[in-house]
Each structure stands twice: as C-alpha cells, then as structure tokens.
C-alpha cells in the first residue's frame, strides 16, 4: 500500500470521527451531558468508580428493597447492581473474589474471612438487637428440654454465621464444647425444609425464618442471642474499594443509617416493604421488625474490644486456624475521616 492512499485514510477517519462528533453533540446532547456526568464522578475526590456491587442477604433488606441509595449515586453518574445472598458466609467470600464492594453480615462471618486470608475492612457497626431475632430453637414436642440436651444430637445453622457463635456461647454456658454436638452446616433455606421436615433436632436460625417457624411449627426456644450477640453485626467492603472511593462509602453509609432511623419509628411500614419480596405476611413482619435493629453505629474500641473477643473464642474453640488481630481488618484514622459520616465519628 502507497503512501498517499494511507495519508488519505488517515484523513478520512479523522473527518469521520470529527463530524460524528459534531453530530453527536448536535443530535444528542442529553447523552453527551450524561458522559460528562460519569466523568465528573471519575474526577471528583474520593470517588473512583463508575459502579457499584451491594451485597444484600435474602433474609430482607431494606436498603435494597427501599432503593434508599441508588438517587445520590446515581446523580454522581455511579450505577448500583444489588447481588443476593443467603447469608453471611457466602456474601463475604464473594466480596473478597471481588464479585460485590459493601456488604452487611453479623459478627462471625468477618472472623472466619479474616482467618482465610480476606482483604476486607470494616466500615461500620450496626446497632445490637436485644438478642431475640436469632435463637437455637426445637420442635415443639421434642423431648429436648434445654441446651444440654442437645449433647449428642444434630444441630443445624451456617458455619461462620452469628449462629454459630449463638451456638459455641449457648453449649459453653451449659458446660459443653461443638465437639459434644453433631454440627450440620446448613444454609437458612436447606435448614428451613429440614426442620420442618423433623429431619433435624435443633436449629439455630435468625429472622425471618425463625418468626415463621414459630408461628407456623409452634417451634420452641431453648436459647436466644440475649446478651451473646453483644456488638451488633458490622458493614464491611473490600479494602481497595474503600481506600479508592471514600466518598461512596461515606454516602452510602449516610443513606443507610437515615433510613435505619426512619424504619426504627415505622416497623408496621417496613412490614409492609418486606412482605411482598419475602412473601411473608405482614403480621408476622411486623413482629420481626419490631425485634430488628437497623440504626448503625460508630466503630468505638470497645465495639473492637468485643470483636477481639469473639475471635478469641473461635480460635480457643479451634474452628479458625491462627489466633486473629481484628484491627488488621481496619482502615487508618484518617481514612475512616474520609469515609464516615459525622454522626459516626
């Protein structure tokens, strides 16, 4: 091929690109203003993303259901994709393979990830319930009078998840050890069947299937979460998302906790959100609303302290392989001056 003929192609597509350009920006204006949008959010501080992936546990929540923070990220030209999961465990093994960036789960599930060598941080506390969303329950006619008797039997519930640790604490207290068990990892649906199925002998489950199989199986309580459950559960993100995109994180930890507010003053409303994508009636929502918490909390020493403690006892109890220090799984102050609302500092 000459030279001319070349020089002539160049000038061709230069055209082609120039006069595109121009009809663009003449024909469709809105679309160019959106991609100037994006790149807003590209170049304002703290926010390095054009998207991102929330984690939500299909036990109900009402962040996603609510849409709650999709308005102001979407303004700054972010997208949001929501990913589901049937609890704790999963949610974070997904976060550190970098499938999802922020995530709610309890207090266990961090543990566990930590230990497998996770590059995940915490970003905030979630206001401690009073114990009674989560529980190790029987059926109603068991023979299974108190958590000692389940010495020997099958018990149920999601290893790594805050039942497990409702169970460790539960068979300490009545001078057992989860060796003194038969310990079947379940997730919350498998067990739910299973259970109502009488193919199991206890089951440590959270709402909303805990209020269902009370109402609906006369299921009976041997031990609640009252006062082992202490420092509430915990939203984490993946550790490079957070240190790149504060001002995301900061956002959407201000939307989360302003609709926490507002759904601790309207549990009947926030039934009503919840029944329609749980498919669950609303008497039963309500009462499991009442006994949930939804307000965050600041990330204190002592919340840490009691982190430290229950991992502690998960590597006494030799279900995690290396002792743990929880605050390897914090940003530095000054990040978290960057990334966290106000009322959270």
């Known amino acids: 091929m000459d030279k001319p003929f070349q020089q002539q192609r160049r ?33 304002r501080p703290g926010i390095n993303t054009k998207s991102v992936s929330l984690a939500y546990q299909t036990s109900g929540d009402i962040v996603k259901i609510r849409g709650a923070v999709e308005p102001r990220l979407k303004a700054l030209g972010i997208s949001v994709n929501w990913v589901p999961f049937p609890a704790g465990p999963q949610l974070l093994e997904a976060m550190n393979a970098n499938r999802v960036d922020i995530g709610s789960v309890g207090e266990s599930p ?49 290893r790594g998840s805050s039942a497990h640790y409702l169970v460790l604490r539960a068979l300490k207290e009545a001078g057992l050890k989860i060796s003194d068990v038969q310990s079947i990892s379940l997730t919350p649906a498998e067990a739910r069947d299973a259970f109502l199925q009488k193919k ?30 202490t420092q509430g559960g915990f939203y984490l993100a993946r550790r490079d998302f957070a240190t790149k995109n504060p001002e995301v994180v900061r956002i959407f930890l201000e939307e989360v ?12 409303e926030v039934a009503k959100i919840l029944a329609p994508e749980l498919k669950l009636d609303v008497s039963l929502l309500e009462g499991v609303a009442r006994r949930r918490t939804f ?17 502690d006892e998960y590597f006494e109890a030799k279900l995690i392989p290396r002792k743990l220090d929880v605050r390897e799984f914090l940003l530095s102050p000054e990040q978290y001056q960057a990334s966290t609302p106000k009322r959270l500092l």
Do not use: C, H, M
């Open 200 to 229: 199991i002998d206890a089951w440590a489950v959270w709402d909303p299937n805990l209020a269902y199989v009370q109402k609906n199986a006369g299921a009976r309580t041997l031990r609640d979460s009252a006062r082992i459950s």
């Open 257 to 268: 906790d302003k609709l926490g507010e507002w759904a601790e003053k309207n549990p009947s």
């Open 110 to 158: 961090p543990i566990f990830a930590q230990a497998a060598g996770a590059q995940l941080v915490y970003i905030s506390g979630r206001k401690p319930s009073k114990g009674q969303s989560q529980a190790i329950i029987v059926q109603k006619d068991s023979p299974i009078k108190k958590v000692a008797d389940l010495k020997g039997k099958k018990i149920v519930f999601q």
């Open 11 to 43: 000038t061709l597509l230069k055209r082609i690109v120039q006069y595109s350009a121009l009809g663009l920006f003449a024909l469709s204006t809105p679309f160019v203003g959106s991609l100037v949008q994006n790149s807003q959010a590209q170049t």
């Open 295 to 311: 307000r965050l909390t600041k990330l204190t020493p002592s919340v840490i302290a009691e982190q430290q403690r229950v991992a």
